[in-house]
Protein backbone atom coordinates (compact mmCIF):
# COMPACT_ATOMS: atom_id res chain seq x y z
CA UNK A 1 0.00 0.00 0.00
CA UNK A 2 1.22 3.41 -0.77
CA UNK A 3 2.33 5.63 2.54
CA UNK A 4 -0.68 8.52 2.20
CA UNK A 5 -0.16 12.16 2.47
CA UNK A 6 -0.38 14.31 5.50
CA UNK A 7 -4.27 15.75 4.60
CA UNK A 8 -3.15 19.26 5.97
CA UNK A 9 -0.05 18.89 3.23
CA UNK A 10 -2.31 17.85 0.56
CA UNK A 11 -4.80 21.02 0.93
CA UNK A 12 -1.61 23.06 1.79
CA UNK A 13 -3.13 24.37 4.99
CA UNK A 14 -1.28 24.59 7.99
CA UNK A 15 -2.85 22.39 11.01
CA UNK A 16 -4.98 25.35 13.08
CA UNK A 17 -6.43 25.91 9.49
CA UNK A 18 -10.52 27.46 10.10
CA UNK A 19 -12.97 25.45 8.07
CA UNK A 20 -12.93 28.96 5.78
CA UNK A 21 -9.68 27.76 4.94
CA UNK A 22 -10.02 24.72 4.44
CA UNK A 23 -13.26 25.33 2.08
CA UNK A 24 -11.49 27.72 -0.05
CA UNK A 25 -8.15 25.42 -0.33
CA UNK A 26 -10.46 22.27 -1.25
CA UNK A 27 -12.61 24.27 -4.02
CA UNK A 28 -9.18 26.25 -5.78
CA UNK A 29 -7.49 22.33 -5.71
CA UNK A 30 -10.70 20.63 -6.93
CA UNK A 31 -10.45 22.88 -9.67
CA UNK A 32 -7.05 22.14 -10.72
CA UNK A 33 -7.03 19.06 -10.79
CA UNK A 34 -10.67 17.96 -12.16
CA UNK A 35 -10.71 15.57 -14.65
CA UNK A 36 -12.68 17.53 -17.02
CA UNK A 37 -10.02 19.91 -17.13
CA UNK A 38 -7.04 17.60 -17.28
CA UNK A 39 -8.20 14.83 -20.00
CA UNK A 40 -6.48 11.64 -20.05
CA UNK A 41 -3.80 12.63 -17.07
CA UNK A 42 -2.76 10.06 -14.48
CA UNK A 43 -1.52 12.36 -12.06
CA UNK A 44 -4.40 14.85 -11.60
CA UNK A 45 -7.07 12.42 -11.35
CA UNK A 46 -4.70 11.22 -8.69
CA UNK A 47 -4.55 14.22 -7.02
CA UNK A 48 -8.19 15.00 -7.83
CA UNK A 49 -8.94 11.95 -5.69
CA UNK A 50 -6.52 13.19 -2.34
CA UNK A 51 -7.67 16.30 -2.35
CA UNK A 52 -10.76 15.15 -2.02
CA UNK A 53 -10.31 12.36 0.35
CA UNK A 54 -8.63 15.57 2.56
CA UNK A 55 -11.59 17.47 2.40
CA UNK A 56 -14.09 15.10 3.42
CA UNK A 57 -11.91 14.55 6.42
CA UNK A 58 -11.53 17.90 7.29
CA UNK A 59 -14.20 19.44 6.22
CA UNK A 60 -16.43 17.23 9.10
CA UNK A 61 -15.72 18.63 12.57
CA UNK A 62 -15.50 14.98 13.81
CA UNK A 63 -13.44 13.16 11.81
CA UNK A 64 -11.22 16.17 12.06
CA UNK A 65 -10.69 15.41 15.36
CA UNK A 66 -9.76 11.95 14.92
CA UNK A 67 -7.53 12.64 12.10
CA UNK A 68 -5.73 14.99 14.55
CA UNK A 69 -5.91 12.36 17.04
CA UNK A 70 -4.84 9.18 15.43
CA UNK A 71 -3.63 10.36 12.05
CA UNK A 72 -4.07 7.84 9.13
CA UNK A 73 -4.53 5.07 11.78
CA UNK A 74 -7.62 6.83 12.00
CA UNK A 75 -8.77 5.55 8.14
CA UNK A 76 -8.72 1.56 9.47
CA UNK A 77 -11.84 2.75 11.72
CA UNK A 78 -15.24 2.34 10.31
CA UNK A 79 -16.72 5.77 8.49
CA UNK A 80 -13.20 6.70 7.30
CA UNK A 81 -12.35 4.52 5.02
CA UNK A 82 -13.28 3.63 1.90
CA UNK A 83 -13.05 6.93 0.12
CA UNK A 84 -13.03 6.10 -4.09
CA UNK A 85 -13.31 8.12 -7.32
CA UNK A 86 -16.88 7.98 -7.15
CA UNK A 87 -16.40 9.58 -3.52
CA UNK A 88 -14.46 12.43 -4.95
CA UNK A 89 -16.95 13.10 -7.90
CA UNK A 90 -20.18 12.91 -5.50
CA UNK A 91 -17.88 15.42 -2.78
CA UNK A 92 -17.43 18.01 -6.19
CA UNK A 93 -21.08 17.97 -7.41
CA UNK A 94 -21.77 18.72 -3.83
CA UNK A 95 -19.68 22.00 -3.45
CA UNK A 96 -20.59 23.29 -7.05
CA UNK A 97 -24.15 22.29 -7.66
CA UNK A 98 -24.49 20.97 -11.19
CA UNK A 99 -24.78 17.11 -10.69
CA UNK A 100 -22.08 16.86 -13.52
CA UNK A 101 -21.41 13.07 -12.80
CA UNK A 102 -18.84 10.68 -14.50
CA UNK A 103 -19.97 7.82 -16.51
CA UNK A 104 -20.51 4.98 -14.46
CA UNK A 105 -18.65 2.27 -16.59
CA UNK A 106 -18.51 -1.53 -16.16
CA UNK A 107 -19.58 -3.36 -13.25
CA UNK A 108 -20.95 -1.16 -10.41
CA UNK A 109 -20.03 -1.93 -6.92
CA UNK A 110 -22.62 -2.93 -4.19
CA UNK A 111 -24.14 -0.80 -1.52
CA UNK A 112 -23.29 -1.32 1.72
CA UNK A 113 -25.62 -3.10 5.02
CA UNK A 114 -26.07 -1.31 7.99
CA UNK A 115 -26.76 -4.04 11.01
CA UNK A 116 -27.78 -3.38 14.49
CA UNK A 117 -26.73 -5.94 16.60
CA UNK A 118 -27.96 -6.62 20.42
CA UNK A 119 -25.10 -7.62 22.39
CA UNK A 120 -24.48 -8.13 26.79
CA UNK A 121 -22.65 -5.43 28.63
CA UNK A 122 -19.88 -8.37 28.90
CA UNK A 123 -19.73 -8.75 25.28
CA UNK A 124 -19.23 -5.06 24.76
CA UNK A 125 -16.19 -5.12 27.46
CA UNK A 126 -14.34 -8.03 26.60
CA UNK A 127 -14.94 -8.67 22.89
CA UNK A 128 -17.02 -11.80 21.23
CA UNK A 129 -17.89 -13.98 18.16
CA UNK A 130 -21.36 -13.61 17.28
CA UNK A 131 -22.91 -15.61 14.03
CA UNK A 132 -25.59 -13.24 12.76
CA UNK A 133 -27.85 -13.65 10.00
CA UNK A 134 -27.95 -10.92 7.09
CA UNK A 135 -30.34 -10.48 4.63
CA UNK A 136 -28.59 -9.12 1.17
CA UNK A 137 -28.57 -9.30 -2.51
CA UNK A 138 -26.36 -12.35 -3.84
CA UNK A 139 -24.78 -12.37 -7.14
CA UNK A 140 -27.29 -15.10 -8.93
CA UNK A 141 -26.00 -18.40 -9.25
CA UNK A 142 -27.76 -19.12 -12.76
CA UNK A 143 -26.03 -16.34 -14.54
CA UNK A 144 -22.98 -15.90 -12.17
CA UNK A 145 -24.23 -11.95 -12.57
CA UNK A 146 -24.38 -11.74 -16.12
CA UNK A 147 -28.14 -11.06 -15.87
CA UNK A 148 -28.12 -13.31 -19.30
CA UNK A 149 -30.39 -16.49 -19.38
CA UNK A 150 -27.90 -19.60 -19.22
CA UNK A 151 -26.92 -20.70 -22.18
CA UNK A 152 -26.67 -16.84 -23.80
CA UNK A 153 -24.97 -14.23 -23.26
CA UNK A 154 -24.63 -10.39 -22.34
CA UNK A 155 -24.57 -8.46 -26.14
CA UNK A 156 -22.46 -4.89 -27.17
CA UNK A 157 -24.87 -2.01 -26.46
CA UNK A 158 -25.66 -0.14 -30.10
CA UNK A 159 -25.77 3.10 -28.70
CA UNK A 160 -22.49 3.34 -26.91
CA UNK A 161 -20.33 0.90 -29.05
CA UNK A 162 -19.95 -0.85 -25.39
CA UNK A 163 -17.81 1.82 -24.01
CA UNK A 164 -20.81 2.53 -21.71
CA UNK A 165 -20.13 6.51 -21.89
CA UNK A 166 -21.22 9.06 -24.43
CA UNK A 167 -20.00 12.62 -24.90
CA UNK A 168 -21.88 15.85 -25.62
CA UNK A 169 -20.61 19.65 -25.27
CA UNK A 170 -22.19 21.80 -21.98
CA UNK A 171 -21.23 24.87 -20.55
CA UNK A 172 -20.01 23.94 -17.15
CA UNK A 173 -17.96 26.60 -14.04
CA UNK A 174 -15.10 25.46 -16.18
CA UNK A 175 -16.79 27.78 -19.66
CA UNK A 176 -17.16 24.71 -22.33
CA UNK A 177 -16.17 21.24 -21.96
CA UNK A 178 -17.03 17.98 -23.04
CA UNK A 179 -19.67 15.99 -20.92
CA UNK A 180 -18.94 12.18 -20.47
CA UNK A 181 -22.16 10.79 -19.14
CA UNK A 182 -23.59 7.30 -18.29
CA UNK A 183 -24.87 5.93 -21.75
CA UNK A 184 -28.65 5.82 -21.05
CA UNK A 185 -29.59 3.10 -22.83
CA UNK A 186 -27.25 0.52 -20.98
CA UNK A 187 -27.24 2.77 -17.94
CA UNK A 188 -23.25 2.97 -18.37
CA UNK A 189 -22.26 -0.66 -18.69
CA UNK A 190 -21.87 -0.86 -22.30
CA UNK A 191 -23.84 -4.31 -22.50
CA UNK A 192 -27.40 -5.08 -23.00
CA UNK A 193 -29.44 -8.26 -22.58
CA UNK A 194 -32.10 -9.32 -24.59
CA UNK A 195 -32.79 -13.18 -23.24
CA UNK A 196 -32.57 -12.14 -19.06
CA UNK A 197 -32.47 -14.90 -16.63
CA UNK A 198 -35.33 -16.09 -15.46
CA UNK A 199 -33.98 -16.52 -12.03
CA UNK A 200 -32.83 -12.95 -11.07
CA UNK A 201 -35.23 -11.06 -14.02
CA UNK A 202 -32.19 -9.90 -15.57
CA UNK A 203 -31.12 -7.72 -12.39
CA UNK A 204 -28.09 -10.41 -12.01
CA UNK A 205 -28.63 -10.40 -8.28
CA UNK A 206 -31.20 -12.70 -6.22
CA UNK A 207 -32.49 -11.84 -2.64
CA UNK A 208 -31.01 -14.08 0.12
CA UNK A 209 -29.83 -14.66 3.74
CA UNK A 210 -26.30 -14.65 4.52
CA UNK A 211 -25.01 -16.45 7.56
CA UNK A 212 -22.18 -14.58 8.89
CA UNK A 213 -19.37 -14.99 11.62
CA UNK A 214 -18.48 -11.58 12.93
CA UNK A 215 -15.64 -10.80 15.22
CA UNK A 216 -17.02 -7.84 18.43
CA UNK A 217 -13.76 -5.93 19.28
CA UNK A 218 -13.35 -5.54 22.64
CA UNK A 219 -14.54 -2.19 24.08
CA UNK A 220 -17.19 -1.90 21.31
CA UNK A 221 -19.63 1.36 22.47
CA UNK A 222 -22.56 2.26 21.21
CA UNK A 223 -21.40 5.62 18.60
CA UNK A 224 -19.11 3.02 17.59
CA UNK A 225 -19.56 1.13 14.06
CA UNK A 226 -17.57 -1.61 12.99
CA UNK A 227 -16.79 -2.41 9.30
CA UNK A 228 -16.87 -6.18 7.63
CA UNK A 229 -15.54 -5.28 4.35
CA UNK A 230 -17.00 -7.33 1.17
CA UNK A 231 -20.00 -8.21 3.59
CA UNK A 232 -22.75 -5.56 2.09
CA UNK A 233 -25.17 -6.34 -1.17
CA UNK A 234 -23.62 -8.06 -4.28
CA UNK A 235 -22.94 -5.82 -7.34
CA UNK A 236 -25.51 -5.24 -9.96
CA UNK A 237 -23.88 -7.44 -12.97
CA UNK A 238 -21.08 -9.17 -11.17
CA UNK A 239 -19.61 -6.15 -9.57
CA UNK A 240 -17.70 -6.02 -6.48
CA UNK A 241 -20.17 -6.56 -3.21
CA UNK A 242 -20.13 -2.88 -0.84
CA UNK A 243 -19.42 -3.72 3.26
CA UNK A 244 -21.10 -4.74 6.25
CA UNK A 245 -21.16 -2.20 9.18
CA UNK A 246 -22.78 -3.18 12.45
CA UNK A 247 -23.83 -0.96 15.37
CA UNK A 248 -24.29 -2.45 18.40
CA UNK A 249 -27.53 -2.13 21.18
CA UNK A 250 -25.44 -2.67 24.45
CA UNK A 251 -27.59 -4.32 27.27
CA UNK A 252 -27.43 -2.77 30.69
CA UNK A 253 -25.46 -4.35 33.53
CA UNK A 254 -27.16 -4.91 37.20
CA UNK A 255 -25.20 -2.85 38.44
CA UNK A 256 -22.23 -1.08 36.99
CA UNK A 257 -22.86 2.02 34.80
CA UNK A 258 -20.08 2.55 31.95
CA UNK A 259 -18.57 6.07 31.14
CA UNK A 260 -16.33 6.34 28.56
CA UNK A 261 -13.60 3.53 29.60
CA UNK A 262 -14.44 3.91 33.57
CA UNK A 263 -16.92 1.81 35.00
CA UNK A 264 -19.10 3.53 37.87
CA UNK A 265 -19.90 1.18 40.79
CA UNK A 266 -22.32 2.40 43.77
CA UNK A 267 -20.88 0.50 46.86
CA UNK A 268 -23.10 0.56 49.79
CA UNK A 269 -21.32 1.13 53.08
CA UNK A 270 -23.16 1.31 56.88
CA UNK A 271 -21.96 3.87 59.17
CA UNK A 272 -19.75 1.78 61.44
CA UNK A 273 -18.20 0.29 58.43
CA UNK A 274 -17.39 4.04 57.26
CA UNK A 275 -16.44 5.22 60.30
CA UNK A 276 -13.99 1.94 61.62
CA UNK A 277 -12.67 1.54 57.60
CA UNK A 278 -13.90 -2.28 56.39
CA UNK A 279 -12.67 -4.43 53.83
CA UNK A 280 -15.95 -5.35 50.47
CA UNK A 281 -16.48 -7.70 48.00
CA UNK A 282 -17.39 -5.81 45.58
CA UNK A 283 -18.93 -6.92 41.50
CA UNK A 284 -16.46 -6.31 39.01
CA UNK A 285 -17.14 -6.40 35.00
CA UNK A 286 -14.43 -9.84 35.35
CA UNK A 287 -16.34 -11.43 38.35
CA UNK A 288 -15.71 -9.72 41.84
CA UNK A 289 -12.79 -7.84 44.10
CA UNK A 290 -12.00 -6.78 47.39
CA UNK A 291 -12.44 -2.53 47.80
CA UNK A 292 -10.55 -1.60 51.29
CA UNK A 293 -12.84 1.09 52.89
CA UNK A 294 -10.66 2.89 54.61
CA UNK A 295 -11.21 4.16 58.71
CA UNK A 296 -13.14 7.79 58.80
CA UNK A 297 -14.40 7.22 55.09
CA UNK A 298 -16.95 10.21 54.16
CA UNK A 299 -20.02 9.80 51.64
CA UNK A 300 -19.12 10.20 48.24
CA UNK A 301 -15.58 8.92 48.65
CA UNK A 302 -14.63 7.41 45.11
CA UNK A 303 -12.47 3.93 45.97
CA UNK A 304 -10.36 3.37 42.28
CA UNK A 305 -9.98 -0.07 41.35
CA UNK A 306 -6.98 0.34 38.66
CA UNK A 307 -7.12 -1.53 35.76
CA UNK A 308 -10.41 -2.53 36.08
CA UNK A 309 -12.40 -0.62 33.85
CA UNK A 310 -13.36 -1.42 29.73
CA UNK A 311 -10.43 -2.06 27.19
CA UNK A 312 -9.66 1.05 24.61
CA UNK A 313 -11.00 -0.68 21.24
CA UNK A 314 -7.59 0.09 19.73
CA UNK A 315 -4.79 0.24 22.79
CA UNK A 316 -6.75 -2.66 24.68
CA UNK A 317 -5.97 -0.49 27.77
CA UNK A 318 -8.28 -1.12 30.52
CA UNK A 319 -10.29 2.10 32.34
CA UNK A 320 -10.79 2.07 35.73
CA UNK A 321 -13.95 0.64 38.17
CA UNK A 322 -14.35 3.61 40.36
CA UNK A 323 -16.63 2.58 43.16
CA UNK A 324 -18.69 5.27 44.79
CA UNK A 325 -19.04 4.95 48.76
CA UNK A 326 -22.63 5.92 49.73
CA UNK A 327 -23.09 5.61 53.27
CA UNK A 328 -26.52 3.72 54.24
CA UNK A 329 -28.34 5.86 57.37
CA UNK A 330 -30.61 3.38 58.82
CA UNK A 331 -33.86 4.19 58.72
CA UNK A 332 -35.45 1.77 61.47
CA UNK A 333 -33.01 1.49 64.98
CA UNK A 334 -34.22 -1.29 67.19
CA UNK A 335 -34.63 -0.52 70.86
CA UNK A 336 -30.42 -1.24 71.23
CA UNK A 337 -29.25 -0.11 68.21
CA UNK A 338 -31.43 3.35 69.17
CA UNK A 339 -29.32 3.34 72.84
CA UNK A 340 -26.10 2.95 71.25
CA UNK A 341 -27.03 6.08 68.87
CA UNK A 342 -27.80 7.77 71.77
CA UNK A 343 -24.88 7.56 73.95
CA UNK A 344 -23.02 8.45 70.79
CA UNK A 345 -25.24 11.52 69.77
CA UNK A 346 -24.62 12.85 73.40
CA UNK A 347 -20.06 12.59 73.58
CA UNK A 348 -19.88 14.21 69.68
CA UNK A 349 -22.66 16.52 69.23
CA UNK A 350 -23.17 18.53 65.79
CA UNK A 351 -20.15 17.57 63.52
CA UNK A 352 -17.64 19.27 61.90
CA UNK A 353 -17.89 20.64 58.33
CA UNK A 354 -16.89 17.92 55.89
CA UNK A 355 -14.36 18.77 53.91
CA UNK A 356 -14.92 17.43 50.70
CA UNK A 357 -17.84 16.85 48.81
CA UNK A 358 -19.11 14.18 46.22
CA UNK A 359 -17.61 16.40 43.59
CA UNK A 360 -14.37 16.72 44.74
CA UNK A 361 -14.18 12.80 45.58
CA UNK A 362 -14.88 12.56 41.96
CA UNK A 363 -12.45 14.95 40.29
CA UNK A 364 -9.85 13.59 42.54
CA UNK A 365 -10.79 9.83 41.65
CA UNK A 366 -10.30 11.15 37.79
CA UNK A 367 -7.01 12.96 38.26
CA UNK A 368 -5.41 10.71 40.14
ZN1 LIG B 1 -24.79 1.81 -24.01
ZN1 LIG C 1 -29.58 -14.65 -12.97
Known amino acids: MAVKRDYYEVLGVS ?43 LGDAQKRQRYDAFGHAGDGMPDLGGFSFESAFDLFDMFFGGGRRRARTGPQRGSDLRMNVEITFKEAVFGATRTIEVPRAETCPDCSGSGAAPGTSPEQCPQCGGSGQVRRSVNSVFGQVVNVTACPRCRGEGRIVSDPCPRCRGHGRVESRKTLEVQIPAGVDEDVQVRVAGEGEAGPRGGPPGDLYLAFRI ?7 RRGQDLIYELPVSVPQAVLGDRI ?19 GRVLKLNGMGVPHIRSGRRGDQLCVVRVVIPAHLTGEHRKLYEQLGSRDGRPADVRKGFFDHLRDALRG
Open 15 to 57: RDASPEELKKAYRRLAMQYHPDRNPNDKQAEERFKEVGEAYAV
Open 251 to 257: QPHPTLV
Open 281 to 299: TVPTVDSEAQVDVPAGTQD
